[in-house]
């Protein structure tokens, strides 16, 4: 290969990249502080080839890879919306699945909250509650937005897409696993989100204002003795990948009492907390509540692997 091929070939390959990276990086930054999907897959890619950072093990559930649709269709999407928000894409598309959309704040739709309290908190309780006895197999809670930068931030999967995210989901995982939080990334969440005996507690930060509320992590000791018993112990660090976007197998619902979710959705209605510190008590419940630990952060890779069949082969 001649001098100038050689020299041409090498800026062109550049200038593929710089245009990949280009069309790859966020060009919108929000108030949140975390690294976008986009950036944190690449730097957990770069650290999953660094020499002893993850071990790369053999595909343990690759059974579960592919599930087909014929072994568990009953399947539902529920989520809570403000009546401005349209969540057309649900019925469009996904039509495999069943939905059932709230709105919180207008009560003549068919599917609504009795107040507009507790964030999604209070149209994920209400589906429990008015469901208990007729639940499908595997429910799926969601947020309204379907996708985007930033509004889907958190949303885990390609262009933060909660239709790629349900169409991927790894539903035989959800029925073994009883719980799956839709979201690996442990920032923000893990490992230790609410501390409920740190001294001072952490104060929650809205819009760079500081909350005048009770902290969460006070109001967490005393919710978790309401919620679990007064025998329960209250642990000192609760943690998961935030921001309450989950699947749950009907078998995993029922672990726990109907008397049980109206337990938790009358303090939800009662409680004088505001609607921020409501809902991320919630947000920081949902997978002790159906089932595991206080600390629920699997690693990465092992995360990707169960809930969305992304593997190393
Ligand atoms: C509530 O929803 C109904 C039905 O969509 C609509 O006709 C009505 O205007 C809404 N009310 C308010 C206050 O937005
Ligand atoms: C809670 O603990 C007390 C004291 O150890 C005990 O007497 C009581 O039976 C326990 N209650 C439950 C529901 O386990």
Not at 49 to 62: N, Q
Not at 97 to 105: G, L, M, P, R
Not at 200 to 206: F, G, I, M, N, Q
Not at 260 to 274: D, G, Q, R
Request: proline content about 6%; some cysteine.
């Amino acid at each position: 290969m001649s001098r100038r091929v050689l020299v041409r070939s090498v800026v062109g390959a550049a200038a593929v990249i710089f245009l990949i990276l280009l069309f790859h990086i966020p060009d919108v930054r929000t108030r949140y502080n975390y690294l976008s999907t986009n950036e944190f897959i690449a730097s957990a890619a770069a650290a999953l080839k660094a020499p002893g950072h993850f071990e790369i093990r053999p595909t343990k559930t690759a059974s579960y890879i592919h599930p087909t649709a014929s072994v568990l269709p009953d399947k539902i999407v529920v989520i809570g919306r403000l009546q401005r928000e349209d969540t057309d894409w649900v019925g469009q598309f996904l039509p495999e699945w069943q939905n059932a959309i709230y709105t919180v704040d207008n009560t003549s739709h068919a599917l609504h909250t009795q107040i507009n309290k507790g964030r999604e908190a209070n149209a994920y309780l209400s589906y429990i509650i008015e469901n208990y006895d007729k639940l499908p197999a595997t429910i799926a809670f969601v947020h309204s937005h379907r996708d985007g930068y930033p509004a889907g931030w958190h949303t885990d999967v390609q262009d933060y897409d909660n239709v790629i995210s349900l169409q991927r989901l790894n539903i035989p995982f959800v029925q073994r696993n009883g719980y799956a939080n839709l979201r690996c990334i442990f920032s923000p969440g893990c490992p230790d989100e609410v501390q409920p005996f740190r001294d001072p507690p952490k104060e929650l930060e809205l819009d760079g204002v500081l909350d005048k509320d009770p902290s969460l992590d006070d109001v967490m000791k005393d919710v978790w003795p309401l919620f679990f018993g007064n025998n329960a112990t209250i642990p000192e660090a609760i943690g998961t990948p935030c921001c309450a976007q989950f699947a749950v197998s009907r078998d995993q619902i029922r672990k726990r009492s109907l008397a049980e979710y109206e337990l938790y959705h009358e303090w939800l209605m009662a409680t004088k907390v505001s609607d921020a510190v409501s809902g991320r008590v919630f947000e920081y419940l949902w997978h002790v509540i159906f089932g595991q630990g206080p600390v629920y952060c699997p690693e990465l890779e092992q995360c990707y692997q169960d809930v969305y069949g992304i593997g190393h082969r």
